[in-house]
């Protein structure tokens, strides 16, 4: 126990509960997983159980089986051995222990003390900056809440991984694959073309779907969210600057219903089968995990702060924004190309920090509206954006095509291009979009 007057000076820790911790293991190999589930090297306060646990790790990744003898040869081959108090400390390890059965409680220990360590060291930091006028007080805020969720949600991502770690997820994922063709490692979009050529949207991946006014953004992201946290029952969530939450609930019962979003709202039921069949879709809707935030006029840092409380607290899987253009930089008085660098840059960093995708829709310049297939460069505002998004597509329809259409149809072919995809194949799906309840859907489907 470290004395009272001391316990400002001393971090956080319990020598004790690593060495039962440790010896818990050299009386039954088999903890090693229920220790690695739980506590990493760096949680271990003392250099030397820090070492000695390293070495358990490199074994059972070389599929040996931790005992006294194997682990003193590989602190030997490691020149550690001595360091560490040699034989004579690792067989005092084995016999503090009376059972492992209480492994789990001795790794905790060790976990609750190394996050301490995590705030103590955090807060100095912090306490160092926050005396520091020159940094502006919103970036601060903002650095403490992403330092605090990586603390507490993402420790397994603090730190390195060595070959030995990532080889062995990666075949382990592969073989997943063979097992089964039609296994995605992504989120499913819900159309079936686009999503074999995506193999889903990858985790941590930066999204950007571009199309010009009335050309069916907002529907697309509205269809694609509902589709993966209604039938995939992955939490979504939808940030709406542009629409009220009310307007996009009608498009979703629209969409889902296949009845029109103007009959319902004005009474227009053909019989009472689309009445129970709207009642119907209102009520699986109602247990979906998808959740909008309308917030005109939103701001970066306010995005950031409530996507990761939305991780937090409802494990969201994927975020949608709608759309760029709209989202609000804190510094108002940098030009408009550099606040949408700074916001692209910051989607695609929250997008690794989250480990979800993020989708953000975006406008357009007018002059892809004359082309047969628009180009990167008719992102508006920001040449950033295509360099930061990992994936970017665009929703077109050629002018003359929808004029024809415009006025004699319900449905509207739309091609999809995938312009951009860092790990995968680039090409076009045409899809088929119904105006009167803003759905797309592929040829297929729509036939």
Do not use: C
């Amino acid at each position: 126990m470290v004395p009272r007057e001391m316990q400002d000076k001393v971090p956080p820790h319990d020598l004790e509960a690593e060495q039962a911790a440790l010896g818990s293991v050299l009386l039954d190999p088999d903890t090693i997983s229920e220790l690695i589930h739980i506590v990493k090297p760096d949680d271990f306060y003392n250099n030397n159980h820090k070492t000695i646990f390293t070495a358990m790790l490199s074994l059972y990744e070389k599929g040996q089986k931790i005992d006294l003898i194997t682990l003193v040869d590989e602190l030997r081959s490691l020149d550690t051995l001595n360091v560490i108090g040699g034989p004579a400390y690792l067989a005092k390890l084995s016999e503090i222990v009376p059972s492992s059965a209480n492994i789990t409680n001795y790794a905790l220990i060790v976990q609750e003390h190394a996050k301490r360590r995590g705030v103590i060291k955090l807060a100095a930091k912090l306490t160092q900056q926050a005396h520091d006028l020159s940094i502006d007080i919103n970036q601060l805020m903002d650095q403490v809440e992403e330092e605090m969720f990586a603390l507490t949600h993402n420790r397994e991502e603090l730190g390195y991984r060595s070959m030995n770690e990532i080889v062995p997820q990666a075949m382990n994922t592969i073989m997943e694959i063979a097992k089964d063709p039609h296994h995605f490692e992504g989120i499913m979009s819900g159309f079936e073309d686009l999503d074999n050529l995506l193999n889903g949207f990858q985790k941590s991946s930066f999204v950007v779907v571009g199309a010009r006014p009335n050309v069916g953004k907002t529907a697309f992201g509205l269809n694609i969210a509902t589709h993966i946290a209604l039938r995939s029952k992955i939490p979504a969530a939808f940030f709406s600057l542009e629409m009220p939450d009310l307007e996009l609930m009608y498009r979703i019962l629209a969409s889902e219903s296949r009845i029109s979003s103007e009959r319902f709202k004005k009474g227009m039921y053909k019989n009472k089968e689309e009445i129970l069949k709207l009642t119907d879709v209102a009520g699986r809707i109602y247990e979906a995990p998808l959740h909008i935030i309308d917030r005109p006029g939103l701001k970066l840092l306010e995005l950031r702060s409530l996507a990761r409380r939305l991780k937090a607290e409802k494990n969201i899987g994927i975020i949608f924004i709608d759309y760029l253009g709209l989202l609000v930089h804190e510094n108002s008085s940098l030009q408009r190309w550099e606040q949408f660098s700074d916001i692209s840059r910051s989607l695609k960093a929250l997008a690794r920090e989250l480990n979800i995708p993020i989708v953000a829709l975006a406008q357009l310049r007018r002059e892809a509206e004359g082309k047969n297939i628009p180009m990167l460069a008719d992102l508006r505002d920001s040449g950033s954006i295509e360099q930061d998004a990992d994936l970017i597509l665009f929703l077109h329809r050629e002018r003359e095509i929808e004029k024809d259409i415009k006025d004699q149809s319900d449905f509207v072919p739309t091609d999809l291009y995938i312009a951009k995809n860092r790990n995968g194949q680039t090409g076009k799906i045409t899809l088929m979009f119904f105006k009167s309840i803003t759905r797309f859907e592929t040829l297929e489907k729509s036939q």
